[in-house]
């Protein structure tokens, strides 16, 4: 399928129409496979009711969708007379991705089937890697994944690396102590795909984290919200309209150098009372090392001591002040928080933030809380990055990854 496309659907919400007239076969065919995704199992006459595209369209792509190898039939289901009909789901081994989580000290490969499962994962130890060390090592997890997995090659769609960077901007990229020399050279992607041999589809880690939350995670099904990345730093992921929010310079969402504290603690980037100085990890591990006695960073999990508590405590109102100002500028269905911190450290950050203030988001008849937990755990990056390469191949309307 072609990767940029233009596009006529402009439909939001849960649906995007197909177009039966000038537009490829190549956006009808998302269209089913994303509608497949998300209702499935689905009937044909299922999908042109949600698609709004003829019965012999939706035909002629399930039956050469069904041929490729995307979509599994299920058993044939008689409802009164007439042809009985064929619920479709799509097939887990009809495509299979590679996602690679890098960052400064780790390097975590993802191999997923097309429905984001996880078929293996592996993880090595790297320092500060560059782009032409990273190479090697992804060629040789790669290999590793695939090789063990028993792929056929050809159904490999490609490649996504989830990195903590933020692309094209002075200061806020380079700053900080998790940075990675080397990634902003503009072949860097080129390397990574000819050591590879596959395409490679390149993101911040919050915004690949949110890409694997929509296709696959809780918000699946919700087409306006924000990931709140918890990490050493805090990005977010922002989609609206079932679209990621990618900014004017692919950095939208950076939410961690907004300033929350004016005068208050220095940051990297070369502000005073950044968000991301009182919520992230590296914020956490600097409030505990003032502590005795206080746990580790990697101990928060296990711990309920009241020093972990007393952070819990002073970070949890800057969570509250973000989840009103990210309402008040996009009014998301919902926010949500995940990432590699603690699943118990974020449990408590929400607990700790309630009652949010009012705002736009405070209206009534909510089917969704307004701050809720996402994914979470040491490989929710890899897997982002894994569902990339789907994502691009069965979004309508993602044409904008980022390829430089
Ligand atoms: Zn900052």
Redesign the pocket.
């Known amino acids: 399928m072609a990767r940029r496309e233009a596009d006529r659907a402009s439909q939001p919400g849960r649906s995007v129409a197909g177009t039966n007239l000038e537009f490829t076969r190549s956006h009808n065919r998302r269209v089913v496979l994303d509608t497949v995704r998300r209702l499935g199992p689905v009937s044909r006459a299922e999908i042109a009711r949600e698609t709004a595209l003829t019965n012999q369209t939706i035909s002629n792509i399930v039956e050469e969708l069904e041929e490729a190898g995307f979509l599994l039939p299920g058993e044939p289901k008689r409802e009164g007379r007439g042809q009985p009909s064929i619920p479709y789901e799509i097939n887990p081994h009809g495509a299979w991705s590679l996602g690679f989580h890098v960052d400064h000290r780790a390097i975590i490969a993802a191999l997923v089937d097309l429905t984001g499962k996880p078929v293996a994962i592996r993880e090595i130890a790297a320092e500060r890697p560059s782009p032409a060390s990273a190479a090697r090592a992804l060629r040789r997890l790669a290999d590793e994944l695939v090789g063990q997995a028993a792929i056929p090659a050809a159904r490999l769609l490609g490649a996504g690396l989830a990195l903590p960077v933020r692309f094209g901007v002075g200061a ?1 990229t380079t ?1 900080g102590p998790t940075t990675l020399p080397g990634w902003d050279d503009p072949d860097a992607r080129q390397t990574i795909s000819e050591a590879l041999e596959q395409p490679v589809l390149i993101e911040n880690d919050a915004m690949a984290a949110a890409i694997g939350e929509r296709l696959h995670g809780v918000a699946r099904a919700i087409d306006s919200f924000v990931f709140l990345f918890l990490d050493e730093g805090l990005g977010s992921g922002v989609f609206l309209g079932g679209q990621p929010w990618r900014g004017a310079s692919l950095n939208a969402g950076e939410i ?2 907004m ?1 929350v504290v004016p005068g208050g603690k220095p ?5 005073r009372g ?1 968000l ?2 009182y919520l992230s990890l590296s914020a956490a591990e600097e409030f505990l090392a003032d502590v005795p006695g206080a746990p580790k960073l990697s101990q928060l999990d296990t711990s309920a001591s009241e020093a972990v508590e007393r952070w819990v405590e002073d970070a949890a109102p800057h969570l509250a002040s973000a989840v009103n100002i990210l309402e008040s500028t996009l009014d998301p269905e919902t926010i949500l928080l995940g990432g590699v911190a603690p699943a118990d450290v974020l449990a408590r950050l929400i607990d700790k933030a309630m009652p949010l203030p009012m705002s736009v988001g405070s209206r009534s008849g909510r089917s969704l809380p307004r701050l809720m937990t996402g994914s979470v755990g040491r490989h929710t990056v890899a897997l982002g990055a894994a569902a990339l390469p789907i994502f691009d191949e069965i979004n309508p309307r993602f044409d904008v990854l980022l390829k430089h």
Request: charged residues 15%; neutral net charge.
């Open positions: 806020i700053a961690g150098h300033i940051c990297p980037c070369g502000n950044c991301e100085r």
